[in-house]
Structure formats: C-alpha cells, structure tokens
C-alpha cells in the first residue's frame, strides 16, 4: 500500500524558504510521478511542481519555476521542494501526490499525503 508523508512546514517570514519532504512507502514500481500541491485557505487547489523519479524530469506550475526546486533522493524514497522567497501568497496546506509515470498539472493523482501546513507572516 503506498504511504505518502510529508513534512518540514511552519511559519516563516516573506523572503524565507522552506524545504518540504514527501516520504513515501509501498511502491512497487520505479516510475511513480511525484507532485506538489498547494491549497491556499477558501481556495482550491493547484499544482506547484511534479518529479519522475525514474528520470528526475522535473516540471514546475504557475510562477513557481524561480522560485522551488524539486528533487528526490530515490534511495530514501524521499521528495523535497525547497521554496525560497516565500510570499504572504504561499500560505497554505502542501501536499504531495503519487500516480504512474506521469506528472499532471490537475490533481488527478492516485495517492496523497495528509499534507503539511506552511504559514507565510510577518
């Protein structure tokens, strides 16, 4: 059964940077597109970056591309978005998602994470 959990949200200032983990267990197979979502408060959802992790093809959504990285470390089954000049706008709860092979911008994932909360204040 595939299992995603992610951490590494908080509160941080504008101008800050986070870097969030997706731990993930039970896959059984290599090529398991992992992305990032975001859903700002009374908003919906939206698709913030995406890996494959056969290939470390990475894609990123919106204005995003400037400012995260996404990568993985295959021997942790871990992904990682580091997110740096953090805006009041990037509040909001932060999940990540698995489905085959490819990466989506819309949310039709086939797993998700319980997702970590990022708060952008001064």
């Known amino acids: 059964q595939v299992q995603l959990v992610e951490s590494g949200g908080g509160l941080v200032q504008p101008g800050g940077s986070l870097r969030l983990s997706c731990a993930a267990s039970?896959?059984?197979?290599?090529?398991?597109?992992i992305g990032w979502f975001r859903q700002a408060p009374g908003k919906g959802r939206e698709a913030v970056s995406c890996?494959?992790?056969?290939?470390?093809?990475?894609y990123y959504y919106n204005d995003m591309k400037t400012r995260a990285t996404i990568s993985r470390d295959n021997a942790k089954d871990t992904v990682y978005l580091q997110i740096n000049n953090l805006k009041f706008e990037d509040t909001g709860d932060y999940y990540c998602?698995?489905?085959?092979?490819?990466?989506?911008?819309?949310?039709?994932?086939?797993?998700w994470g319980q997702g970590t909360q990022v708060t952008v204040s001064s």
């Open positions: 998602a698995a489905r085959l092979v490819f990466c989506h911008v819309t949310d039709d994932y086939e797993y």
């Open positions: 039970g896959f059984t197979r290599d090529d398991y597109a």
């Open positions: 890996i494959k992790l056969r290939e470390g093809t990475e």
